[in-house]
Nanobody
């Protein structure tokens, strides 16, 4: 079992930045690929970013490519999502997810572990 707890959400203005963190506890964090997903009001949850177990491979949704960066710190059992140039359409609850495989994945069903989510609100 892996427990995931997100933090770092908040209210910002368009163009500003936020850094989300996801702290993992339980099994060996370095064995897990990690992902970030988000769900806006009235919409389905969607893929944002993913990183493989070593941190050497990342993938992003087209909507955030060039603005968001996913990274991991295995010494601290933490994965981060640096979000720059935020837009109102980035407003959503952001979820951290983990999968007990080395490779990245953009599908929800590939992840067995989820955090409770953290709210990000971007105002105009």
């Amino acid at each position: 079992q892996v427990q995931l707890v997100e933090s770092g959400g908040g209210l910002v203005q368009a163009g500003e930045s936020l850094r989300l963190s996801c702290a993992a506890s339980g099994r060996t964090f370095s064995n897990y690929a990690m992902g970030w997903f988000r769900q806006a009001p009235g919409k389905e949850r969607e893929f944002v970013a993913t990183i493989n177990y070593s941190g050497g491979t990342t993938n992003y949704a087209d909507s955030v490519k060039g603005r968001f960066t996913i990274s991991r710190d295995d010494a601290k059992n933490t994965v981060h999502l640096q979000m720059n140039s935020l837009k109102p359409e980035d407003t959503a609850v952001y979820y951290c997810a983990g999968r007990y495989y080395s490779g990245t994945a953009s599908q929800e069903y590939a992840y067995g572990y989820w955090g409770q989510g953290t709210q990000v609100t971007v105002s105009t």
